[in-house]
């Protein structure tokens, strides 16, 4: 009889109760947050004074950001990306941005003992045999993976060098099934939104995350586009080393950079005036970049990087902009891909008959019993859309009374058009951290122009006979 092993059975038996106990974890603080703002919900309906009710939300605002932080600190994977969603300016409530932006680079790594030990496994070969340096500590750590800098033998150049955690796949998956069932039943009581595509989708792209194969195809890929339909690409892209990688482990050229997010510290490092115009130029420049090569991605090509979070942008010497992790990306079928720049036209000109065109031609399905249903379809497609924010208004509310996803239902949402939306919200997000409001769909329409002029479905581009010249000047107005 074969001895049993008590220390691998407690560890057999951990690992099959642990999705159970970390769906009880997550359900116990989703009711209780939910329940807490139903509570208040009831409570400011009977306040009357506007003072007094704001000041009960913004208590409440300020309880669930702290417990929502603690649950994803706590539960870590998928939710770090939950947070990386909701914790934006323009979308969550301010006490909730305040505590969830510091989580986007927060992630527990994993020790270097266990990371060693992944690699050799991999790469079939000791780090000592392959890396002239190999820094313990890492640069950064997300929910799928960790980085460190590295140098191969050999070679004078730094590299950057992506390992997955270890074990994470499967809890990922089991958060997300949890997080679908939360937004089926949020649709059917407090949010007319077809949520359950939405986390559909998010299954799918995040499932894409743990094949860095995919990963390093898709940054060569949009690498090679970006250079081949510009003078000068407007971000930088990372050089795949492709002699080293494997499904687990991504070795790519590092480059020199500060966080998107510790900019505003590096231009006060250096003496220069946050607020003047110097300052303002540069961020200009940033938002410029960005949004021309997003513009190009998602309505030229179709093929684009959909994770502009601001762990995933680097700034470097001159203003100039790289994007990194090509873990999330979407290529949009033809028939979305024109539907959107038509769309995007039809923000852009304020144009509600050609907006519920696209709605159809991309199947979005609404149903309301507005009195003016077109423009609150306008209003919808802006908020969900575009980046620009109403005049005076510094975060936008979609869940408010007033809000088009108030007063219109969307029965139906394409899984595929999610992953623009979460980048044009993402790009929404940075441009408020940068003071900066803008329509990404007025500086879209040169593309959009170009993409269906090209498919035969424009036959005039406004002002010009050649779309592509001068599409800079025409962005941001310089």
Request: aromatic share 8%; with cysteine; proline share 5%.
């Amino acid at each position: 009889m074969v001895p049993l092993d008590l220390k691998e059975f407690q560890e057999n038996v951990s690992t099959q109760f642990r999705p159970w106990k970390r769906s009880f974890q997550f359900w116990v603080r989703a009711v209780d947050i939910y329940t807490g703002y139903k509570v208040v919900q009831v409570r400011a309906n009977f306040e009357k004074n506007a003072a007094k009710r704001d000041a009960v939300w913004e208590n409440q605002h300020q309880l669930a950001a702290d417990k929502i932080y603690n649950m994803c600190t706590h539960l870590g994977g998928f939710f770090l990306k939950v947070a990386q969603i909701i914790g934006k300016p323009d979308l969550a409530p301010a006490a909730w941005v305040k505590r969830l932006v510091t989580l986007c680079d927060q992630a527990p790594a994993t020790p270097y003992s266990v990371v060693k030990v992944v690699l050799e496994k991999e790469l079939g070969r000791s780090i000592d045999e392959l890396f002239e340096r190999f820094d313990a500590d890492p640069l950064g750590s997300a929910s799928i993976a960790q980085v460190h800098r590295a140098r191969l033998k050999g070679d004078k150049i730094d590299v950057v060098v992506k390992v997955q955690h270890p074990g994470v796949q499967d809890l990922m998956m089991t958060d997300i099934r949890n997080l679908q069932a939360f937004a089926l039943y949020m649709q059917k009581t407090d949010i007319k939104f077809d949520l359950f595509s939405v986390t559909k989708e998010m299954e799918k792209q995040i499932g894409y995350e743990f094949d860095f194969l995919r990963e390093a195809d898709a940054m060569e890929k949009i690498r090679r586009f970006l250079y081949a339909n510009n003078k000068k690409s407007p971000v930088q892209v990372p050089r795949v080393i492709r002699n080293i990688l494997t499904r687990r482990v991504l070795v790519m050229e590092y480059i020199d950079g500060i966080p998107i997010l510790k900019l505003e510290d590096e231009i006060a490092k250096r003496g220069i005036n946050p607020a003047g115009k110097v300052a303002a130029a540069a961020k200009q420049n940033i938002l410029k970049s960005l949004t021309l090569a997003y513009g190009q991605m998602i309505l030229k090509s179709g093929f684009f990087h959909a994770d502009p979070h601001p762990g995933n942008i680097l700034i470097c010497r001159g203003s100039e902009v790289a994007l990194l992790d090509y873990g999330q990306v979407k290529d949009l079928p033809e028939k979305l891909r024109l539907g959107y720049a038509n769309l995007v036209l039809a923000i852009a000109d304020n144009d509600p008959i050609k907006a519920l065109e696209s709605y159809r031609e991309l199947g979005i399905n609404t149903l309301t019993k507005c009195k003016d249903e077109q423009k609150e379809l306008l209003r919808l497609a802006q908020t969900m859309f575009d980046t620009k924010l109403p005049p005076g208004v510094t975060m936008l509310q979609p869940f408010s009374e007033e809000s088009s996803i108030k007063k219109i239902a969307v029965q139906a949402f394409p899984e595929e058009l999610f992953s623009v939306l979460r980048t044009v919200h993402l790009l929404r997000g940075l441009s408020v951290g940068l003071g900066i409001n803008y329509s990404c769909a007025e500086q879209w329409r040169p593309i959009a122009e170009e993409a269906l002029f090209l498919a035969g479905r424009l036959t005039d581009i406004k002002g010009s006979s050649r779309p592509r010249r001068g599409i800079l000047k025409r962005i941001f107005g310089s």
